[in-house]
C-alpha cells in the first residue's frame, strides 16, 4: 500500500534558494538532459499538499543517495549534470558506487571531489569490492592502499563495500576469520581518519551451517572490534532479512527487529540506505521495491527512533536508494521530497 505524504515548507524554501544560487548549473543540465530534464517547478511537488506539523524527522544536511540509483544518468551524462539535479531535489551527501563515468568521460579524483562541492554535496562514503581473484582487482583485499588513497583523495570520512562476509564460507569460523579481516581494514581506515564500514543485503541474517542456532549477523557484530568496524544498515534488505531468517532451518522461531540492532549499538551505525518495498509475501524476498515513500517500511517511526537518541541526531546519515529505479532522476526527486516531509509525531 502507498503512503501519501505531506509537503515540506523548509524544503521549498531550500530548493528555491538552490535554484537561485545553482542556475548556470541548471542550465547545463537542462541542456544535456533535453527532454528527460525534470522541471524546477517539479521540486514543488511536496509543496502541493498541505504541510505536517512537528519537527523535520530527518536531520539537517543528513540526507544523501547511493549513485548506483543514478547509474545509467552517471554513464551517459556524467557526474556535473547528475550533481546539479540532486542539488536541486534538496541532497547534502553522495555516497559513491565508482569514480568514473563510463561513456560520459574521464573525471580525476580532484576534479570529482570539486564538483560534488560545487553542487553543495559532500561526498560521505564509497562502495568498494571486498575480495576477488584478481590480485590486481580494486578491493579491499588485493589493493587496500590504492583503495584508502582514493577515499583519502576525495574526502571521505567512510570507506566500505557491500560484499558480505562470505569469502570463507558460511560457517561460524568462516565469518571469525573474515572478521579479523574487516578488522586489519578498519584499523588501516582508522589511521587515515575514516571508518571503514559493511553493507548488507538479507543473507547476513541467516544462520551458520555449521551451528543453526548462531545468526551471521551475530557473529560479525561479535568478532569485529566496534572501534574499527562499522555497519550501514541497508533497512529494505533488513527487513527483507526478518522475512526470510525469522525461523531457523529446523522451523523453530528465531523473530528479530532490525531497528533493535540499532538501537542497541547506535554508534555502529553511521550510515544507512533508505529503500523502500511493497509487502508481497509471495516475493522471495518478502518485498518488492519501490520508491522511499511508496512503500509499506515506515521511515518515520525508524529514523525517529534513532535520531531521538540522545547524542545521536547529527550522527546518521541516510542515503536514499532504489537498485532498479523505473526513472533513476524521478525516484531521486520523489524520495527527497517524501523524507524531507516526515514530522515527528506530537
Known amino acids: 500500500m502507498s503512503r501519501m505524504f505531506r509537503s515540506d515548507p523548509e524544503l521549498t524554501h531550500r530548493l528555491t534558494r538552490r535554484g537561485m544560487l545553482g542556475v548556470a548549473a541548471g542550465a547545463t543540465a537542462a541542456a544535456l538532459l533535453g527532454s528527460t530534464a525534470v522541471p524546477a517547478a517539479a521540486t514543488t511537488e511536496a509543496t502541493d499538499k498541505m504541510s505536517g506539523r512537528g519537527r523535520p524527522v530527518l536531520p539537517p544536511g543528513r540526507l544523501g543517495i547511493q549513485l548506483y540509483s543514478l547509474r545509467d544518468k552517471v554513464s551517459t551524462l556524467g557526474f556535473a549534470p547528475v550533481f546539479a539535479e540532486l542539488e536541486k531535489y534538496g541532497y547534502d551527501e553522495v555516497e559513491f558506487a565508482g569514480y568514473t563515468q563510463g561513456s560520459a568521460g574521464p573525471i580525476t579524483l580532484a576534479q570529482l571531489k570539486r ?28 589493493n587496500l592502499t590504492k583503495v584508502l588513497d582514493d577515499a583519502q583523495a576525495l574526502g571521505l570520512k567512510h570507506i566500505g563495500t557491500a560484499s558480505g562476509p562470505f569469502r570463507y564460507g558460511s560457517t561460524v569460523d568462516a565469518w571469525k576469520r573474515a572478521a579479523e579481516e574487516f578488522n586489519t581494514y578498519g584499523a588501516a581506515a582508522k589511521a587515515r581518519g575514516m571508518k571503514f564500514y559493511q553493507h548488507n543485503h538479507s543473507e547476513e541474517f541467516s544462520f551458520a551451517t555449521d551451528n543453526p542456532k548462531v545468526r551471521l549477523y551475530d557473529v560479525l557484530l561479535r568478532e569485529t572490534d566496534p572501534d574499527l568496524v562499522f555497519l550501514e544498515m541497508d533497512i529494505f534488505w533488513a527487513y527483507s532479512g526478518q522475512f526470510r531468517f525469522s525461523k531457523r532451518p529446523d522451523g523453530t522461531p528465531a523473530p528479530f527487529e532490525p531497528l533493535d ?8 551505525y553511521p550510515l544507512f540506505h533508505v529503500k523502500d518495498g511493497v509487502s508481497d509475501p509471495a516475493d522471495t524476498y518478502g518485498y518488492r521495491m519501490t520508491d522511499v515513500g511508496d512503500g509499506d517500511i515506515d521511515y518515520q517511526r525508524f529514523i525517529s527512533a534513532v535520531t531521538r537518541l540522545r547524542g545521536e541526531r547529527l550522527a546518521h546519515h541516510w542515503q536514499a536508494e532504489h537498485d532498479q529505479p523505473a526513472e533513476s532522476f524521478t525516484f531521486a526527486r520523489r524520495s527527497s521530497a517524501y523524507l524531507h516531509s516526515l514530522r515527528e509525531k506530537c
Open 115 to 142: 564538483l560534488a562541492r560545487d553542487h553543495g554535496l559532500n561526498p560521505i562514503g564509497s562502495h568498494v569490492g571486498y575480495y576477488a581473484d584478481d590480485p590486481n582487482a580494486y578491493t579491499f583485499a588485493q
Open 261 to 268: 540492532y540499532v538501537l542497541r549499538q547506535p554508534h555502529r
